[in-house]
């Protein structure tokens, strides 16, 4: 739910664009709150934890240590130090620090998920949470440490050591401790009360924000692909014929015959490419397969959004206390909601899908530097001066490095385990790496969508000569065409090539080819 810049939270409706939206955003823009009825959930769910400790009830976690400590019963006077132990114990991440957006979406997420009312926490202390968030301090939290199981421990406990006045965080731009952050920003660190310890950091928030970011940044890099896969094959003087929607009825992958239209609708105009050719009857296959490869990773993209709009608004700690409507009895269940594998399985294929996107992209590359694969449409390495000049011969090289790197990122995380806490925990989904991994292959993709969109570009101006200087793009391709071109000229000898491989590749990462294709689409 939102209102204006405001985002009201309730553990039930938070969205993945609003998750972006806060990732990317200014610390308070929007802001972030909490809805009265989650209010009022928090607080009785806060007032069962006390009940249980006057009743002298045991539950795990509140009265009784952690993993295999779970025998260990905690006298009532040591609760508190029990949740703060919880928190300095298990903060042992290391590794370089998540970015900020990372960072804002693991604080909101896991708001959210205490907003829902089953953790314990008091309201007290999750307003603290959305305080640092809505004013931008950003605990330090390293990135490896955790197993996708019993939650991410050790990172979420690094989050919450800025809350009592621990750990380090980043305020204004500078890296600063816990508690000289929270001065600054004038917030007063917290005192945990029971539960409290374990509610903040047993979860899966680390793997949810990363598949939700990275959920979000595979939506923009399919349609990239898309609108690459066209200008490559405008450079390469195909056919879109392959694309007629007749051909995909006949096998109704939904989101084949989704890519297959929005492909010829970028196309749609273009003087670049060749209708029936008896002498060139198709293409080969990184043109003519478009739809299939592409549309097989858009099936995979749906797949991982719909898995993380449902673990946003889920409970992922342990215990959970359940509070009988009519009766006000109250349950505490252990149980594995903190269990990763859900998450980690989505990362892992959509790790698969995206690495095919890099591929196949590559090899359309290659395909647009060699004259004997493109039948001399193009000169070789697209230069006029070979072997004076190498031309685009060695960003192939590149995007093969990148594409074959991709190759053993994308082994699935998720098929391993090792067991930990004594072989109480014996079995763990390994998310957060499955999510560290996809980041690293979505980065590398970015990359090879990169040089193939410069190569097609070369590739165009070549093309000219013999279409015509004034001759058409299509709908979808011609803005696309003119961004690469306000960052990269046409290369003619020659020159360092790597600050235009960024330059696209920043275009591609903030989404403004996506932005101005489908705006002309929609347009004209």
Known sequence: MSEHNTIIIDGSHLTI?????????????????LSDEAKIRVNRAADA????????????????????????????????????????????????????????????????????????????????????LNNGVHPIIPEKGSLGASGDLAPLAHMSLVLIGEGEAEYNGERLSGREALQQAGIHPVTLAAKEGLALTNGTTIMCALGTLETHRAEN????????????LEALHGTPLAFDERIHRLRPFPRQ??????????LVGSQFTRGYDPSNVQDAYTLRCIPQVHGAVRDAIAYARWAFEIELNA???????????????????SG?????????????????????????????????????????????????????????????????????????LAHPASVDTIPTSANVEDHVS????????????????????????????????????????????????????????????????????YPYIEAVRRLVHSGQIVDAVNTALKTS
Do not use: W
């Open 17 to 33: 664009e609003q998750v972006v939206a806060v990732a990317y955003g200014k610390p308070g823009s929007p802001e972030v709150i």
């Open 336 to 408: 594995g909601n903190f269990h990763g594998e859900p998450l980690a399985i989505a990362m892992d294929y959509l790790g698969i899908a995206i690495t095919e996107l890099g591929n196949i992209s590559e090899r359309r590359v290659m395909r647009l530097v060699d004259e004997a694969s493109n039948t001399h449409v193009l000169p070789a390495f697209l230069t006029r001066h070979g072997g004076l000049n190498s031309g685009f011969m060695i960003t192939q090289y590149t995007a093969a490095a990148l594409a074959t790197e991709n190759k053993v």
């Open 49 to 132: 934890v006390q009940q249980l400790l006057s009743e002298g009830r045991i539950a795990y976690g509140i009265t009784t240590g952690f993993g295999a400590f779970k025998d260990r019963l905690i006298p009532l006077d040591e609760v508190e130090t029990l949740q703060r132990n919880i928190i300095v114990s298990h903060s042992v991440g290391v590794g370089n620090p998540f970015d900020m957006p990372t960072t804002r979406a693991i604080m909101l997420i896991r708001a959210n998920t205490l907003a829902s009312g089953y953790s314990g926490i008091r309201l007290s202390t999750l307003q603290t949470l959305l305080d640092l």
């Open 430 to 497: 390994m998310g957060c790496t499955a999510g560290l991994k996809l980041r690293q292959i979505a980065d590398n993709v970015e990359r090879i969508l990169g040089i193939e969109l410069m190569a097609a570009a070369q590739g165009i101006e070549f093309r000219k000569e013999s279409v015509g200087v004034d001759a058409q793009l299509g709908r979808g391709t011609q803005p696309a065409y003119r961004l690469i071109r306000e960052q990269v000229p046409f290369i003619e000898r020659d020159t360092v090539m």
């Open 257 to 266: 015959l989704d890519c297959a239209a929005y492909l010829r609708q970028l």
């Open 315 to 333: 409970v992922t700690d342990n215990p959970l206390i359940f509070i009988d409507e009519t009766t006000g009895a109250i349950d505490v269940i």
């Open 221 to 232: 890099l399919s349609q990239v692909a898309d609108i690459a896969g066209c200008l490559s």
